[in-house]
């Protein structure tokens, strides 16, 4: 008779602890907006804005792990050029690996491992997949791309890569979830 409510009671220890362990390594996002600057996403619950004198225009980093980030970089565009104008993702893609190499004079290998676009209403994005070896360690970077307004707005997301796996599917989301209006 105490056989069954043994089993019973083995049975929803096990779910419950499969069902804590799996919240565990879901994150929520909060929303962030810069009206004046006309863009928004979202980043992962835990992290907080940083102040970089002369850098990007926003920060975010994990309050743990503070290599972990997002940024946006908004740069003027010549001549009032469009993103295909610019070039395609895999162009613009390796035009910034370059430009990323070429900001440092340390050893820096940034290899651009995939690049793609997608259209939001009448927005064109790129998503662009790097992979930077650098003297303080490998990185995995994901960014988006969109020229509005005579400029280049670029959003990227940086984490170490021993910790891609585990979070690949927020900073996905993340990445996916810049928008410029």
């Not at 980030?69 to 893609?93: D, H, M, R």
């Not at 910034?96 to 995939?114: A, Y």
Request: hydrophobic share 40%; aromatic share 10%; glycine share 6%.
């Amino acid at each position: 008779m105490f056989k069954p409510l043994k089993r019973l009671a083995a049975l929803l220890l096990v779910v419950l602890a499969l069902g804590l362990q799996s919240c565990s390594s879901a994150t929520s996002l909060q929303s962030y907006n810069d009206s004046y600057e006309g863009y928004e996403f979202k980043y992962p619950t835990g992290w907080v804005a940083a102040d970089v004198p002369g850098g990007p225009a926003t920060v975010f980093h994990d309050i743990i792990n503070p290599s972990e980030n997002v940024s946006v970089v908004i740069s003027p565009v010549s001549g009032g050029k469009t993103l295909p104008e610019i070039g395609t993702p895999t162009e613009v893609g390796y035009k910034l690996s370059k430009s990323i190499t070429s900001m440092s004079t340390d050893d820096r290998n940034v290899e651009l491992v995939n690049a793609q676009s997608f259209e939001a209403g009448d927005k064109l994005y790129y998503i662009l997949e790097y992979v930077a070896n650098l003297p303080s360690g490998t990185r995995h970077d994901l960014a988006s791309v969109i020229v509005r307004r005579g400029q280049l707005y670029t959003f990227n997301a940086s984490i170490p890569e021993a910790r891609w796996e585990r979070l690949k599917n927020t900073i996905k989301q993340t990445v996916a979830s810049f928008s410029v209006y």
